[in-house]
């Protein structure tokens, strides 16, 4: 039992630790952050953030569009989430 327990412990460790994020965007290049929160990826930067339901997506490629989503919001004086895909 205290085997599993670490086990799982370990596991949701692992499931927030941040990992990092770029996107290139007329010649420039942006970063952030990512991770996963149970089933909702969250995408964080320094001036701003965004989340969405993982689904069967995959966190890297979901995390690339969160951010891309991210910097045109910023450019575009508007809240990411007011986007529309």
């Keep these: 039992m205290q085997h599993l327990r670490s086990n799982t412990i ?15 965007i007329d ?8 991770w996963i929160a149970g089933m909702i990826l969250v995408v964080s930067t320094a001036t701003g953030g965004a989340s969405r ?3 069967n997506s995959e966190p890297e490629y979901l995390a690339k569009i969160l951010l891309t989503n991210l910097v045109q919001a910023n450019r575009a004086g508007k809240p990411a989430a007011a986007q529309e895909r």
Excluded at 27 to 34: A, Q, S, V
């Design 53 to 55: 339901q993982l689904a």
């Design 27 to 34: 010649g420039e290049i942006f970063t952030g952050n990512y």
């Design 10 to 24: 370990g596991s949701a460790y692992q499931r927030y630790e941040r990992r990092p994020v770029s996107c290139e």
